[in-house]
């Protein structure tokens, strides 16, 4: 039997290639765009058109102007006018002028100078995090590097408190189920468990928010509600959109690219040597990363008009679905796609997305991923991955282990 658009596509749903989307990528990638939801779905996976698309003004981030998305909002609207909640998961999913004036607020605070201000504090944290796996012989990638870092920077910059992470870890985690194609149509007992954790999260930036108007400091949590208090530039409701944002974009992801980095370097022993007896190769390595294995595998916009992609029409109202992670190894721009070679110029990856949602954390999570990944390259003497521990989140979209052991002879002291 041939494989149609329609199998390969919702092959990818399936856990079990949670492991090995890439053949599937390449196989929509090869056949072009294609329709699904009669006609309401356009989905994409060469980098030319998703690129093209990312930077397209015609483009919305706004879900609300989706055909699809605007039946299973409308509650949340409503509750966001009665002024309870946030009306978004932020301004991700906003197009200007609201997304133009809440970027140029946050952005102060993500300028290149600030964050490499926070390489010591960065570095601090991972040898920290090392020193505690040196008795154990062991490391349990996730758990012990790659989530700790980035909640650490995140709440730390947020002025969010570090001990309350255990009460935003499943929160957060079930939100960006959100994120995975077609979850606007998904079952009612996702939608709900979406919305409850949007709910909780929302109550307790609420919360936070009162306490820290009593006790304003150097955080960008303090800045934000200065902002608000000072005039009309973000409400309440934006304050806490924003928050839940940053919060979440700031650490699922990276989480997902330090643990998809310690992989592809331990099945590329070549590559780790290589890296090991020339650290100059960290960035490099980070942006070979972020191409071979995406930790955001795709993003979506509405057509806010009829817009024609090889084959198909995607109507007003339609939804785009740009697979980023097929983008990433799309022959026309990646020689020989599916060798992880940190040494090649990496650096047209579409893992930030382009165009004026281009991910503010970027340089962020490049800094968070280099010192972590050069320190495992350095320090950790002769790891060896357990392959049989490897388990896969189930997410689709935020894709990255769940579990990854690596033991090792020794932890060198730097
Ligand atoms: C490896 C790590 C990361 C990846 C792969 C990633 C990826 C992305 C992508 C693909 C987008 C654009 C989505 C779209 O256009 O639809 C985005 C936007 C965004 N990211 Fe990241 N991100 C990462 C880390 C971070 C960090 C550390 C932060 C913050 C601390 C962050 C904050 C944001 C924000 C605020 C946006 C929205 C930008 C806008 O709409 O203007 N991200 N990210």
Redesign the pocket.
Known sequence: MTATHQDEFEALFDPANRAHPYQLYAALRERGPFSRLNGLVGVVGDHDTCSRL?RDPSMS?DRMHSLIGRANNSDAAATAEEGKRAPTV???S?DPPD?TRL?RL?SKA?TAKVIAELRPTIQGIVDELVAGVVEDGRLDVVPQLAYPL?VRI?SG?LGVPIADHHRFEDWSRRLVRGLDPMAALGSKEELASIESARDDLSEYFFDLIARRRADLGEDLLSKLVLAEEQGDALTEAELVATCI??LV???E??A??IANGVLALLRHPDQLAALRANPALIDGTVDEI?RYD???QL???VATEPTTLGSITVPTGGVVLMM?AAANRDPAVFADPDRFDITRDARKHL???A????????P??RL??SVALSVFARRIVNPVLAEDSLRYREHINLRGPEQLIVSFDQVLNS
């Not at 165009?355 to 970027?362: K, P, T, V």
Request: net charge positive; with cysteine.
């Open positions: 990312l981030s932020g301004f991700l906003m997304h970027r946050v993500f980035p995140i910059l944002l940053l974009a700031g650490h992801t990276t997902n690219l972020l995406s930790p955001v993003t979506t916009r980023l893992s930030f997305a165009g004026a949602h281009f991910c503010l954390g970027a962020l999570a968070e991923a």
